[in-house]
């Protein structure tokens, strides 16, 4: 049966005969295209400058380089499943040194926005659980409460681990470096306002042209 | 409807480049409707030969009279479709191009809009070429002869090409010798033909041409002309050494001064004279001289201080000595006294402090006199007869004594005492210049053949008039200053008040001379130490009263020092108001304080006494030491006797003309102490000096002007602010090493005698202290090279030079630069060992380099890995975006060569591999065969190891990067990491193309006519571009563009003429009003005001017809041929409506 093996071969290659994964995959890349100088990310030429400049890429399932790779092929599936983009420690070497001018660490973030809101997370990696507790406990109290991150992670994510560190926790309350109760800061309403304001950068942006930067001199001047 | 006007309308397909956007049809039947089109045709190529007889055959069968053709722009096909209307004998500008292609075709896509806009182009074009009217282009012989600006391998290619064909070849080169980059290449890729064999050959060549001009160390000033009428302006900086050079080397054996070596991309040292390579053409040495040392430029008798520090450092004694006496006569002085001006502008100031240069003086002139014979006194070449006389044996006397004996004058010095030197033995103390010392240098005088008359004082036996009565020619006076100032203060009368210039002359002359138990001394300046260290070895308790602080006083600081440690006491701030005495005798100074003001003239502070503060000091005598001034009564009893007046200044000195030194006694010189007011030994003589040349000048008979002899400049540091030459560190982070102290008597003994206080250098002490010196200039003048030069080459007086030159063409073959890989700072260039460039990597390949060609780390080791960087500026959006192109080849010819010739493993790191072009893919296949590791991922990073290898070693280097074809993080250890800089336009390639009127690409090289079919001509007729300054290319590229810019040069000179285009620029002269606001527009030059008739006018053959002063004339009286106002509003309309 050589003709359904050949089909079960492309079936492997997404997007080509599921519509679901090819819209996706359409609707993720404008997604990130929206980024500030998301549409620098097709002018990759795959060099893993990126990958040789990141402190925390011996952590990460795909490098930095692969994630590139991955976005341009169509996979986001396996890009969102994987740690790389919540391991991202955001030093920003990657963008700074990388040659084709694309804000690596930027497109991790959109993609951990994405990441969230259709709910696609590596297995047994729950990072994102902290991130998003942390973000809501800023929210609320203006600054981090420790109590209430520690409850609410490890209540999601496992409270074998919590009970295992009552010890610490104990000598923590002790020495005055665990507070029991949330401490808000002043002008709560000052930072929501200025969070507001940040959040609407975050909303899809005009998609932006990548052009070459026009000649000042050479033939665009001499026609 | 215009009978007159036939209009034929062409309209092209160009393939489907323009049918595909726009409907042919349409726009044919939309020409055919336009009033006066008797034909309109579409064609699928009309530039093709069926397309162009279309066009002739209705020029001829139907009387087309008027064309239009709406193709591609007239940049490609204008000269195509004017040809083909010259064959059917139609007048050549009566055609024009409507662009419906890159205008139109190209830049839409809906169909319909583009045939609307086509139409519209059409229609303009039709209205414009109704008004056209006949032009003829002008015609200019084309001048044979060429200039190659660049000597690289593409600019010696285009050279020996021209002249092979019999022209005159300029051949313009910056640096000294020719042969660019490749001349410091080892092997070339992928061939791995060496380098120097396969491009000397050409090199030698290009000498051996009659017909070739070549210029080295030359550089383009200015370009004025067109086309086959170039005059370019040339400006050839100093070789210093004259073609006569044998090329022998003996001067490099004895030039003390060594700087990194560019060539060898300063890897290795060169010496101020030397030659790039062993086959460098011209064969000839060059000195390397980066303006004057400071110290030799501070100095008014222009000491040649740089020069035998140098000779110094090397331990050459001999030779410094006779470099020290070639411009001092009086050296064994001034090692002793001169306040040497030369060490307050030394360059080693910057850094630490400045280097002990009076000290090296003395002390090559202590070693002369204990180890040399006394010198010879020099031969004098040319003797002549008329007599100078000197008045005043001092040093500005001296000085011009031995000046003008050496120029053949016979000399007579009259002097007023018994002793010779003037002040330096009247006035110096015998423990800063012992006796001995004066008179070794005043010997060496008199051996010259200078008569000295003593005792004879002008004025009192013998007056101007006498001494020219008696014959001679011309008179120096040089009487210096020796009357000491009064304080103005009550009971400067009593006994025990003296000067100190008088004190200081009777203890020196050992006359009868008073010293008290406890003496002040009043006065900040070096006579007030000299007297107050006199008094103490006198035996005397010494204070010395200055009425401002130390920083004002005018002593030198190191005179003050002695004096302080001799025991003798300086108050500051404190001046005396009276001297009280009893009866006739001083017993005491009633002095005041003081605080300082406001700064004066001088800019010194100005003392205000405080109020209240007056108090009297004990004392027995009283130097008063504040200044001198000349003893000017003997211009009363001799004046000039019909030959003009003496005329004195308010401070009592003479007045002379600033440059020639005359007084106002035609024949009568003055100069020294006499002239400027009490000064130092050192300007003196400078002034002697000047005098001497000038009287030789009055003596001949010319005129008084052009001197020669060196004043110091104002700023004698002028150039050397930031680093001693190019290529040192900058002074910031030169190293720093204290100045060596020259030992000195004890304090406590010294006060007792008068022997010398300063013991001099030893040979060890001596030649730390010169090591010190920093070359400023690189060539310090020692003059060894002349020395030893036997074909007498060497020319240290040489200048620029500045010449015309006229060619009929240019070509810019002036290459690239590497990119400076400190701004990659994730590499580490210039902050690691062993990281190099690719340029220092070859050199260190080569031969002939800097390593014999060993590859070795900075320890002196052989690395054992080797890791090879691609794209290092290259393809990366923060440096450069374009691919280099030859870094991948090159690094694998690195590879190759590292696995050939050491054990070393390699580690290449490339993105893509570009082995495109002959030979290319099968080398980089022979490369992987050897057994080279390859890396698909771009290094991110160098670190070094913080870790000791296995091996015990550390301070190797870690290249990180990914592997992408792993798709892992990889941390190599390697020992050296080779970078392959990008190649990029070099720095001053905007002025050249301002130069030229090039223009350049957005990656800054020059900018070709067109990319693919003119990739060697430029926008500017007549200058062609070749080799890597129009793009980053290899070797067999280079030499095919400067082959190819080569026939088209000859192809030119065969013609013999060029057509210039009649779009020109014409002035209506009825309606120029004569503003000149056209000439200061116009970027040829080409527009000249005529002041008779005050108008203004273009040079035909300059202008280009770019219509900048068309719409400049506020009048409207310029017009531009096939430019004219009615034709761009007809078309405008037309194109609109």
């Known amino acids: 049966m050589p003709v359904v093996a050949d089909l079960d071969r492309v079936r492997t290659a997404p997007d080509l005969f599921e519509k679901e994964e090819c819209e996706l995959r359409e609707a993720f890349l404008t997604e990130v295209e929206r980024v500030p100088g998301g549409a620098r990310l097709r002018r990759c030429i795959q060099c893993g400058t990126c990958t040789g400049s990141c402190p925390v890429s011996y952590a990460m399932d795909l490098t930095p380089r692969e994630v590139m790779a991955l976005f341009r092929a169509g996979d986001i599936e396996r890009i969102l499943r994987s740690r790389t983009i919540w391991v991202c420690a955001s030093c920003y070497q990657c963008t700074t040194r990388c040659p084709s001018n694309i804000k690596v660490t930027d497109i991790l973030y959109a993609l951990k926005r994405v990441a969230v809101d259709r709910r696609v997370f590596p297995r047994k990696f729950p990072v994102y659980v902290l991130s998003e507790t942390f973000a809501k406990q800023v929210r609320k109290y203006g600054r981090n409460y420790e109590v209430g991150l520690l409850r609410t992670y490890f209540w999601k994510t496992s409270v074998v681990r919590m009970l295992m560190r009552t010890g610490l926790a104990l000598a923590l309350w002790r020495k005055g470096r665990l507070a029991l109760r949330p401490a808000r800061i002043k002008g709560i309403a000052g930072l929501r306002r200025m969070i507001a304001k940040a959040e609407t950068f975050d909303r899809p942006q005009p998609t932006e042209v990548d052009q070459e930067p026009t000649s000042e001199v050479g033939y665009g001047a001499i026609g | 409807m215009d009978p007159d ?35 309109a045709r579409d064609f699928k190529f009309m530039c093709s030969d069926p397309g162009q007889e279309l066009i002739k055959q209705d020029i001829q069968e139907r009387g087309i009279n008027r064309v239009v053709v709406a193709c591609c722009t007239p940049l490609m096909h204008e000269l195509t479709f004017r040809r083909a209307c010259q064959g059917a004998d139609l007048n050549p500008f009566l055609m024009q191009i409507a662009n419906i292609r890159e205008q139109c075709a190209w830049v839409h896509n809906n169909r319909e809009l583009a045939t609307e806009k086509a139409k519209a182009i059409i229609n303009g074009a039709i209205a414009r070429v109704r008004l056209h009217s006949e032009l003829e282009p002008m015609r200019a012989e084309v001048n044979p002869a060429t200039m190659v600006v660049g000597a690289g391998i593409a600019g010696i290619q285009a050279a020996l090409d021209v002249a092979e064909a019999g022209h005159p070849v300029y051949l313009v080169e910056r640096e000294a010798s020719i042969g660019g980059h490749m001349a410091r290449f080892d092997k070339t890729f992928p061939t791995l033909d060496c380098a120097a064999c396969i491009l000397t050959p050409k090199m030698v060549s290009i000498g051996h041409r009659p017909n070739v001009h070549l210029k080295t160390l030359t550089e383009v000033e200015d370009v004025q002309g067109f086309v086959g009428n170039f005059t370019v302006r040339l400006r050839e900086r100093a070789r210093y050494v004259t073609p006569d050079c044998t090329s022998c080397g003996e001067c490099v054996k004895v030039c003390p001064v060594q700087v990194p070596d560019t060539f060898e991309e300063k890897l290795g040292p060169k010496t101020a004279i030397h030659k790039a390579f062993a086959q460098a053409v011209p064969n000839t040495f060059r000195i390397e001289k980066q303006g004057r040392p400071p110290c030799k430029q501070a100095c008014p008798v222009h000491q040649d201080a740089a020069g035998y520090i140098a000779l110094i450092r090397e331990g050459r004694f001999r030779e410094a000595c006779a470099l020290v006496r070639r411009q001092n006569p009086l050296p064994f002085i001034c090692g002793r006294v001169c306040y040497h001006p030369c060490e307050q502008d030394c360059s080693r100031g910057n850094v630490d402090e400045p280097l002990a240069i009076q000290n090296l003086k003395r002390f090559l002139m202590d070693w002369e006199a204990k180890n040399l014979p006394r010198p010879d006194p020099p031969e004098i070449k040319e003797r002549r007869t008329q007599r100078v006389a000197i008045i005043g044996a001092g040093p500005a006397g001296l000085t011009a004594a031995h000046d003008l004996s050496l120029k053949g004058y016979p000399v007579s010095v009259y002097e007023a005492t018994d002793v010779l030197g003037g002040m330096l033995w009247l006035g110096l103390p015998a423990y800063r210049c012992p006796r001995d010392i004066v008179m070794r240098d005043i010997h ?68 009868q001379q008073r010293t008290g138990r406890r003496v002040a001394v009043i006065g900040g300046g070096n006579t007030a130490i000299d007297a107050a260290r006199t008094a103490r070895r006198e035996g005397a308790e010494v204070t010395i009263l200055y009425r401002r602080t130390l920083a004002e006083m005018p002593a030198e600081k190191e005179e003050l020092d002695d004096a302080r440690a001799e025991g003798i006491d300086v108050r500051w701030l404190t001046a005396p108001t009276a001297i009280i005495g009893d009866g006739s005798v001083v017993t005491a100074i009633r002095c005041v304080d003081m605080e300082l003001g406001e700064p004066d003239a001088s800019g010194r502070h100005r003392p205000i006494p405080k109020s209240h503060s007056e108090r009297e000091l004990p004392f027995d005598q009283v130097i008063k030491a ?46 020294g102490d006499v002239v400027s007011g009490p000064a130092t030994v050192v300007a003196a003589m400078g002034q002697g000096r000047r005098a001497a040349e000038a009287i030789d000048k009055y003596l001949c008979g010319s005129p008084l002007t052009d001197f020669t002899t060196h004043l110091p400049p104002p700023n004698p540091r002028e150039g050397f602010e930031e680093r001693p030459h190019e290529n040192a560190l900058p002074y910031s982070k030169t190293p720093r090493v204290p100045r060596t102290i020259m030992p000195q ?24 202290e010169a090591s010190r010196c920093l070359s400023c200039g690189v060539c310090v003048e020692c003059l060894e090279c002349q020395r030893v030069c036997e074909p007498k080459a060497v020319k240290h007086d040489m200048t620029d030079k500045v010449d015309e030159v006229k060619v009929g063409q240019v070509l810019i073959a002036t290459g690239h630069q590497l990119l400076d890989s400190r701004a990659m700072q994730q590499y580490g260039y210039g902050r690691l060992d062993n990281v190099v460039s690719s340029l220092e990597f070859e050199r260190m390949l080569n031969s002939t380099g800097p390593t014999g060609g060993e590859v070795l780390c900075k320890n002196g080791e052989k690395p054992r890995a080797i890791g090879i960087v691609h794209c290092v500026g290259s393809r990366d959006e923060n440096h450069h975006r374009y691919c280099s192109r030859v870094c991948c080849m090159y690094a694998l010819k690195f590879a190759h060569l590292v696995t050939e010739r050491t054990d070393a493993q390699v580690y290449q790191f490339y993105i893509d591999m570009r082995a495109f072009g002959k030979g290319c893919e099968e080398f980089y296949s022979r490369v992987l065969r050897e057994g080279s590791t390859i890396i698909r991922g771009k290094v991110a990073e160098v670190v070094p ?7 015990g070693r550390n301070g190797y ?35 050249l193309a301002q130069r030229f009127s090039l223009s350049r690409s957005p990656d800054g090289f ?21 080799g890597t300054c129009q793009g980053p290319k290899d070797i067999p590229d280079s030499v095919a563009q400067a082959q190819a810019a080569a026939s088209r040069i000859l192809g030119l000179i065969a013609k013999g003429e060029v057509l210039i285009d009649p779009i020109r620029a014409t002035i209506e002269e009825k309606s120029c009003s004569g503003c000149r606001m056209c000439n200061a527009v116009c970027p040829y030059h080409a527009i000249t005001f005529e002041r008779e008739q005050s108008v203004s006018k273009v040079n035909q053959a300059l202008c280009k017809g770019c219509g900048t002063c068309v719409s400049t004339c506020p009048a409207g009286a310029i017009a531009g041929a096939g430019f004219t106002d009615d034709q761009l509003e007809a078309e405008l309309e037309a194109v609109l409506v």
């Open chain 2, 945 to 951: 190891s913080q870790r000791v290898d296995h091996r």
């Open chain 2, 5 to 39: 006007v036939h209009l034929g309308v062409y309209i092209c397909h160009c393939g489907v480049n323009i049918s595909h956007t726009v409907d042919m049809d349409e726009c044919r039947q939309f020409a055919e409707q336009r009033t006066d089109v008797r034909v």
């Open chain 2, 745 to 768: 008597l004890d304090p406590r003994r010294r006060i007792h005698t008068d022997d010398e206080v300063n013991l001099g250098f030893t040979e060890e002490q001596a030649q730390r």
């Open chain 2, 626 to 671: 504040i200044s001198q001034q000349p003893d000017s009564d003997w211009t009363q009893r001799s004046q000039g006797n019909g030959r003009g007046t003496l005329i004195l200044t308010r401070w009592e000195t003479l007045e002379v003309n600033p440059d020639s030194l005359q007084t106002g006694v035609e024949g009568v010189f003055a100069g």
């Open chain 2, 957 to 991: 280097l870690l290249m990180r990067c990914e592997d992408t074809l792993v798709g892992r993080f990889r941390e190599i250890p390697v020992d050296m990491v080779v970078l392959c800089n990008a190649l990029e336009p070099r720095a001053d390639s905007v002025s």
């Open chain 2, 444 to 511: 060496y005088i008199e051996q010259m053949g200078v008569e000295f008359i003593r005792g004879k004082a002008l004025g009192r036996d013998f007056s101007l008039h006498d001494l020219f009565a008696q014959g001679f020619g011309a008179v120096f006076v040089g009487t210096g200053a020796h009357k000491g100032f009064d304080l103005d203060i009550p009971g400067e009368d009593l006994e025990g008040v003296e000067s100190g210039i008088d004190y200081l002359r009777n203890i020196n002359l050992g006359l």
């Open chain 2, 1006 to 1026: 020059f900018l070709e006519r067109h990319p693919k079919l003119d990739p060697i001509s430029t926008m500017n007729d007549g200058v062609y571009i070749a």
